[in-house]
C-alpha cells in the first residue's frame, strides 16, 4: 500500500458564509487529460466555478482509486445544514451554508499523506485500497484564485511505501535519481526510469533481461540506456545495432576495458583482455591454428570414448539425470582430453577439478561488478589462477625434457607457437590461454548441450528423425562415429543451431566507451565515454521480424527458406581478417551466438563437433524424454543462460 507524506493548506475557516453551490455545467469549460503511472489515463474536466470533476479509466464509478479522487473529495464542497450559520451580509439572518477547502500558498516541494487508518469503537485498522499517482499534478483547480501559473504543476518524484499492519511493518521509499530528474541531452539516448540510485534496473534486469530489454525496446525503440549498479549501458538492438557494436573501431569502444578487471584474476596476466590488442589477436591466432581439421579426427573418437565411460554406470534400465549439471561434468572430461593434454585429464579426479571449481567461482556475475572484494572466493580463485599457472609450467617443462612433442592436444599446439618478432610464448601466456579456452568453451558448451537435450526429450519425433538421419548417412547406428561423417549429419546441427537461436548460452556482448562520445549513425545518437556499448543478439534471435515463430524450437526453419532470416541483407565484413583467419559471418546477422568482429569466438567449429558427437552418441545409447511438464524456463542468475531447476532428463537405456 502507497502511504505520501503530504501538507495541503486549506484557508482559515470561516463559520459564517454565504450560501454557495458548485453544481459541474453540462458542457465542462476544458478538459484534461494525464497519463497515470500505472498506465491508465485520468480524464478531468472543470466545471463553471473552475472545480476539476475526474475519472480514471480503469476506476470510473470508483471513488478514492487515484490521488485527484482524494483531492476532488478532501476539496468538494460539503453542507454545514439548515439555519445554523448567520449570514454578516443577510442582515445576520441564519442561512444554510455550504464549506469548502482550498489551497491558498503551495509550497516548492509537495508532501501528501493519506490517512491509511481508520479508529472503530473497540479497534482500529489499516486502509488497504491501492492508490494510483500522476505522473504529474496540477494544483491550479484546488487554488482559492484558480489562476494557471507552472509552478503549480508539480512531478512525482519519490514515494513512501508502508507495509504491514497498523502496529508492525516498514517503510520503503522510492525516489528518482538526481541525475533522471534534470535535463537531457537530446542526442543522448532515451535513458530508462529507475528508482533506486546506484543500483538503477539491475533488480529488473537481473531476474529476466531479455524480457526487461524488449520492454524498453517497446517504450524507447532499439537504442537506449539503463543503469546498473553504477555502470551506463547503451543497448543496440537489432541487426543494425549488432553491426555497430561489433564492428566498433578500437579507438572508439572497447572490449577489454568492459571485461578485463575481471577476466584478469581468472585467465592470468598479460594474456586475452590483459595484453595489448595487437598481441591478444596474436594469441588468437595460435588457438585458432591449434584448432584445426587434423586435431579434429582425433578428438571425435576421443569424445565418443568419454560419453561412453562417462554413462556406463548410470543406473539400468532407467532412471533420470539433471542435464545442466550432468553435462557441466562430462564436457570438463571430454575439452579436458582433447585440448588442454592429457596430463589435465588425469588430474580432473583430484587437485585439477578443485583448481577449477575456484576459477569457476570468481567467473560469477557479481566479479563483474566488483573485481576484487576481501572476500573468501575471491581469495581462492587469485590462488587456484597461481596454482594452475604452475601446474601448466610444470607439465610444459615435463614435455620439453621428454622430448614429448606428438600430442593432438592445443597445449602443443601452443607450444610449438612463436609470436611475429620470433619470441617463443612464454609458459604464463600458454597457462592464461589455456585456462581461458577452457573457460570460453566449458560453460556454453555444457549449457548448449543440455538445452538441446530437453528440447529433444520433448519432442521424440525429433529423435527419431536423429536416428534416422544417422541410419541413412551413416549406413547404422553402430557405424563409427568421425570427424567426417559427424559433418554429414545436418538435422542434428540444425538442432544445435536451434538450441543456440533460442537459448544462446551468453545472450549480450559488451564493448567500453573509451573516446569522447560515439555516434550511432542510424539514430544519430552520441553515446558518452563511460558508457557501455551493448549488443544483444539474445533479443533479436527471438524477434519475429528475423524469424518465424521465434519462440517456437524449429531446426527445420534452417531449411526453410521461408523463414525471414534467410531474406535478410547481410553485411560485407564476413570476408575481413583481423590477423586470425577471416570472421565468417556478417556482424548484421541477427543470428549470432557466437559473436562477430575482431572479438568473434574461435572455438564454434570445435563446438560444434563436440556437442554433436555427444548428443549422437547418447540417441545411440539412451530413449529420453522429460520428466516434468515442458522444457524448463531460462535461469538469468549465472554467467551463462543455464535451465531452472529441475531440469531432469528420463533415460531409458536401449538394446
Aim: positive net charge; charged residues 25%; proline residues 6%.
Amino acid at each position: 500500500m502507497l502511504d505520501i507524506s503530504l501538507g495541503l493548506r486549506p484557508v482559515e475557516k470561516k463559520k459564517k458564509q454565504p450560501s454557495t453551490s458548485a453544481t459541474a455545467s453540462a458542457s465542462a469549460s476544458t478538459a484534461h487529460n494525464s497519463k497515470l503511472l500505472g498506465g491508465n489515463n485520468i480524464h478531468t474536466a472543470t466545471d463553471k466555478n473552475g472545480r476539476r470533476i475526474s475519472t480514471d479509466d480503469s476506476t470510473r464509478g470508483k471513488q478514492g482509486n487515484t490521488l485527484l479522487d482524494c483531492l476532488d473529495r478532501y476539496t468538494q464542497p460539503e453542507k454545514l445544514g439548515p439555519n445554523e450559520y448567520s449570514c454578516s451580509k443577510c442582515g445576520n439572518t441564519f442561512q444554510e451554508a455550504t464549506k469548502q477547502l482550498s489551497i491558498k500558498r503551495i509550497p516548492p516541494v509537495l508532501s501528501i499523506q493519506l490517512k491509511r487508518f481508520e479508529h472503530g469503537t473497540s479497534s482500529t485498522s489499516k486502509i488497504e485500497t491501492k492508490i494510483k499517482f500522476p505522473a504529474e499534478l496540477d494544483l491550479t483547480p484546488y487554488t482559492s484564485s484558480k489562476r494557471k501559473d507552472a509552478d503549480n504543476v508539480y512531478s512525482l518524484f519519490s514515494v513512501v511505501n508502508h507495509q504491514g499492519k497498523m502496529d508492525t511493518g516498514h517503510y520503503t521509499m522510492y525516489a528518482k535519481h538526481r541525475n533522471e530528474a534534470g535535463p537531457k541531452d537530446p542526442r543522448q539516448p532515451p535513458v530508462v526510469f529507475s528508482w533506486i540510485p546506484f543500483m538503477g534496473n539491475a533488480v529488473e534486469f537481473g531476474i529476466n533481461p531479455i524480457q526487461f530489454l524488449q520492454t524498453c525496446q517497446k517504450k524507447y525503440g532499439d537504442v537506449f540506456t539503463f543503469k546498473m549498479v553504477g555502470k551506463k549501458v547503451t543497448v543496440l538492438l537489432g541487426a543494425d545495432g549488432n553491426q555497430f557494436v561489433f564492428n566498433s573501431k578500437q579507438n572508439l569502444s572497447s572490449a577489454a576495458e568492459a571485461y578485463n578487471d575481471m577476466t584478469k584474476h581468472v585467465f592470468g596476466r598479460e594474456v586475452v583482455y590483459d595484453a595489448p590488442h595487437n598481441v591478444f589477436l596474436e594469441q588468437k591466432r595460435f588457438i585458432k591454428a591449434g584448432l584445426n581439421t587434423e586435431c579434429f579426427r582425433q578428438h571425435v573418437p576421443m569424445i565418443v570414448d568419454e560419453v561412453t565411460e562417462f554413462f556406463k554406470d548410470f543406473k539400468k534400465p532407467s532412471g533420470t539425470f539433471d542435464a545442466y549439471h550432468t553435462f557441466g561434468s562430462l564436457i570438463i572430461c571430454t575439452a579436458s582430453r582433447c585440448l588442454m593434454g592429457k596430463e589435465i585429464r588425469a588430474g580432473l579426479d583430484g587437485n585439477v577439478a578443485q583448481l577449477y571449481y575456484d576459477l569457476d567461482q570468481g567467473f560469477q556475475p557479481i566479479n563483474f561488478i566488483f573485481s576484487n572484494l576481501p572476500l573468501p572466493s575471491y581469495r581462492r580463485r587469485d590462488e587456484a589462477c597461481k596454482k594452475m599457472a604452475e601446474l601448466y609450467s610444470s607439465i610444459i617443462q615435463r614435455r620439453k625434457a621428454e622430448n614429448d612433442n606428438t600430442n593432438a592436444d592445443l597445449l602443443q599446439a601452443l607450444m610449438e607457437s612463436t609470436y611475429k618478432d620470433g619470441t617463443p610464448v612464454p609458459d604464463k601466456h600458454i597457462a592464461g590461454m589455456m585456462i581461458a579456452v577452457l573457460f570460453g568453451g566449458q560453460h556454453t558448451s555444457a549449457t548448449t548441450t543440455a538445452w538441446t537435450l530437453l528440447e529433444l526429450a520433448a519432442r521424440p519425433d525429433l529423435i527419431r528423425a536423429l536416428r534416422e538421419e544417422q541410419i541413412q548417412k551413416l549406413g547404422s547406428l553402430k557405424t563409427d562415429l568421425t570427424f567426417d561423417n559427424v559433418k554429414e549429419l545436418t538435422l542434428l546441427e540444425n538442432c544445435v543451431r536451434e538450441t543456440l537461436r533460442l537459448h544462446p548460452p551468453i545472450f549480450q556482448m559488451m564493448r567500453k566507451v573509451i573516446a569522447e562520445k560515439v555516434t550511432f549513425e542510424k539514430t544519430g545518437h552520441d553515446i558518452p565515454k563511460g558508457n557501455f556499448l551493448c549488443a544483444v543478439p539474445g533479443v533479436t534471435q527471438v524477434d519475429p521480424t528475423y524469424f518465424k515463430d521465434p519462440l517456437k524450437y524449429n531446426p527445420m526453419r534452417w531449411v526453410d527458406l521461408d523463414d525471414p532470416v534467410h531474406n535478410m541483407e547481410a553485411g560485407d565484413d564476413a570476408d575481413v581478417d583481423y590477423g586470425f583467419g577471416a570472421v565468417g559471418i556478417s556482424s548484421k546477422s541477427p543470428f549470432l551466438p557466437f559473436g562477430a568482429g575482431r572479438h568473434r569466438c574461435i572455438g564454434e567449429t570445435f563446438g560444434y563437433l563436440q556437442i554433436k558427437t555427444i548428443i549422437a552418441t547418447m540417441i545411440r545409447m539412451f530413449d529420453i524424454e522429460l520428466e516434468g511438464k515442458g522444457v524448463p524456463k531460462p535461469d538469468y542468475t549465472s554467467m551463462v543462460v543455464v535451465p531452472e531447476k529441475p531440469a531432469n532428463i528420463k533415460y531409458t537405456w536401449r538394446e
